[in-house]
């Protein structure tokens, strides 16, 4: 399926564009960028764009970033460290491309929510604000956990975008078992108009397009602009009837930055991923996943600000073990699943943007709601652990080959250097040129910092 949808429930675009099916679904299509007071950038951004690659479930920090050879078998599990391009620094041995570009790559291994439940866990690294109550499964959406996703907070920053949204989310929202979405995925307290752009999308099929952002072939450009003016003269008719609902003002917006993405060229050509060479396209892994990285790296060269990607189900993935959620045979799992997709699409965009003289401007964020238990459960699992989990961070303005705090012995709790959330959150706009302390404004008018994070200079260039 591929189309805009909302993470709130609405309906996938159809086709095209037709003016009363967007006048219809207005309420379920998110925008971004629009109508919020914030301040803007304080110095001259390190990274104009960032990527934030978000592992649904909670990747086990064992076997990716912390691997504990020295515990017990129960604890280090069935997998052994290997060497990095940094002395001294280890990963997994499921991670032997990502090995290769530890010079890039700052390693967060003091992460803490103390958070165990996913929706609720994620809501704080997602908006940089703690989910209350804490430990909630299924949160609720809204009020009164409603604050921004940085996504959202991006864009509002930014201001409106010319041409291509300044955030954009895909290839799906995140959700629970159920359908079940996740608080904090869109602009909250900002407005509906605010919402990050969410792409709903399977890039790595067979004649990939995005209905609505490319043109059909029978709608020429001047074919098109004779629509667009057919189309506004008719909404000047209704101007005073939209003006009485918060829906027409929405859509108003939408259609604009619809009209502006299928009017732009850049636009249209970023969504082709044919144009790429096939041996890439292999590199970086032919599953959603992997042409979905691929498609971020295409989106930074269009102009966007703000790409956050969603690991979330793949074919095969069932509901005791689904994404990151190892709660059974979390080895099996991590060998013959998760981690040769994820290392192949994370080690080749960073390769990617290096050949093209992009990832110095250009900041990727590895990351998930949390880790996992450091003891294994009866079923060779590990289970919900927001006590300590990895991050990384690389390129666009970042020390490379850095490691930021520390586990205890068994990875169970932060030893050294605990990073919460908002920090880095903080840090992340903080290399994007945009001040954390921004205040951004609710429906009501009052003021908001951005973050109210600590930005992490050890590991700033």
Known sequence: MIGLVDPHGGSPLCDGIDR??????????????????????????KARSVIYMFHLGGPAQHETWDPKPDAPSEIRGSFKPIPTTTPGFYVGELMPRTARMMRHIAVLRALSTRDN???????????????????TENAKLGAPNDWPSLAAINGALR????????????PEHIWNTGGIPWPGQDAGFLGR???????????????????????????????????????????????????????????????ETALQLVQSGAARRAFRLEEEPEALRDRYGRNRWGQSVLLARRLVEAGVSFIQLNWTRMPGDTNDSPAWDT????ADRLKNHLMPIMDAAYSTLLEDLAERGLLDSTLVVWGG?????????????????????????????????????SSDKLGA????????PQDLHATI????????????HDAQNRPFPASRGNILEPIIA
Not at 327 to 330: G, Y
């Open 20 to 45: 009363r099916a967007w006048l219809r679904m207005s309420s379920s299509i998110p925008v971004l960028g629009l109508g919020s007071k914030a301040s803007a950038a304080v110095s001259t951004p």
């Open 117 to 135: 439940a996913h929706s609720s866990s994620g809501y704080w690294m997602l908006t940089g604000v703690p989910h209350l109550p804490s430990n």
């Open 159 to 170: 201001g409106k975008a010319i041409g291509m949204p300044a955030s954009m989310v895909l």
């Open 193 to 255: 108009t605010s919402d990050p752009w969410l792409l709903h999308c399977m890039p790595q099929e067979a004649g990939f397009a995005v209905p609505g952002v490319t043109l059909p072939g029978e709608v020429a450009a001047p074919r098109l602009a004779d629509r667009v003016n057919l189309s506004r003269n008719l909404d000047s008719c209704e101007r005073q009837l939209q003006q009485l609902a918060e829906g027409p003002a929405v859509y108003r917006k939408q259609v």
């Open 327 to 330: 709660h059974n045979k979390n």
């Open 369 to 405: 709601e949390f880790g996992r238990t450091p003891h294994h459960n009866g079923g060779g699992g590990r289970d919900h652990w927001g006590h300590v989990f990895s991050g990384a961070l690389a390129g666009g303005g970042i020390k490379g080959g850095v490691v930021h705090g």
């Open 413 to 420: 709790q932060p030893r050294e250097g605990r990073v919460e």
């Open 429 to 440: 706009l903080h290399l994007a040129g945009l001040n954390p302390e921004s205040e951004l």
